[in-house]
């Protein structure tokens, strides 16, 4: 046996990251997220598709808040940086909206049209955008709140990293006051290395500017991490390996892991006031 990466040859990496073959019903999955989607769209008041950036991909769901000062939460979607749309989340909305928020679900060029350095660029952009025009959907600038799932997560995470006032002139620093990553991608060399590289064409370079793993340090906004306790064991180390590097370098990080949950469902915990990823994302919203 030949090893790519840690213990793994070929087959095992690119099984690790296979995940719609890892999990059985991942298309029902997605296709619930769509549909519960659709019915939140209908029965709430959306701005939609308004842009955050000059391209067609750069496009966020705005969800207003019903009264002034309402914190913020910048939602990002998963689905390797190369499927899926914001249209497909936007019932991680409702139960935030519901209590007061306003939320920003936030869409992005995918690729292989773009390069991960632009994907990640415009997440970055859109939490900036999300910051200048709170105010136009009741929401506090003093409030910012991001989360993710999947890669989403992983874009989550590379924004609560984020210098921001090296990102664009009269952004705080301390914009992000919080972030969320569920099933979150944290290094991104096993990906490069695995059979997801073909749509992504990353080089080793562009794996490790990208890597959050690669910018451990203390001086981050409060971190929630959440996988599935079902997901793949490659997808469940990377939770571990950043939280305990968070960790040791004095960062604030809390980390979870959700019994019974798989890849694909275990975003549904963020949409359900009842469980402890969503209670703790209230309380970091200061809801």
């Known amino acids: 046996m030949s090893k790519v990466f840690l213990d793994y040859d070929q087959a095992g990496l690119d099984a690790q990251y296979n995940l719609r073959a890892a999990v059985p019903d991942a298309v029902e999955c997605l296709a619930e997220c769509a549909r519960r989607s ?8 959306v701005r939609l598709d308004v842009p955050f950036g000059p391209t067609h991909g750069e496009r966020v769901n705005v969800y207003p808040a019903p009264k002034p000062g309402a914190p913020v939460l910048v939602f990002i979607h998963g689905g390797y940086w190369q499927r899926l749309d914001k249209n497909d989340f936007d019932y991680v909305a409702e139960p935030f909206a519901a209590a007061g928020a306003a939320v920003v679900n936030v869409d992005y060029t995918l690729a292989p049209t773009v ?50 006032d090296g990102f664009a002139p009269g952004l705080p620093k301390d914009l992000i006051k919080s972030a969320t990553a569920i099933s979150g991608v944290y290094e991104l060399e096993p990906i490069r290395l695995s059979a997801q590289n073909a749509g992504l064409m990353l080089d080793a370079a562009a794996a490790r500017r990208n890597s959050p793993m690669l910018y451990v340090k203390k001086s981050v906004p409060p971190l929630t991490l959440a996988v599935g306790a079902a997901e793949t064991a490659d997808f469940i180390r990377q939770q571990r390996d950043f939280a305990a590097a968070m960790t040791k370098a004095g960062a604030p990080v809390t980390a979870l892991e959700i019994p019974a949950r798989h890849h694909f469902d275990v975003i549904h915990e963020l949409a359900d006031p009842g469980t402890k990823i969503h209670r703790a994302v209230r309380a970091r919203m200061g809801m």
């Open 38 to 45: 659709a019915v939140v769209r209908a029965m709430r008041p």
């Open 115 to 164: 390069a991960m350095d632009e994907i990640v660029r415009q997440a970055r952009a859109a939490v900036a955008w999300s910051w200048r025009e709170a105010k136009s959907f009741n929401g506090d600038p003093a409030r910012i709140h991001v989360a993710g799932h999947s890669a989403g997560g992983h874009l989550a995470t590379m924004a609560a990293l984020t210098e921001w």
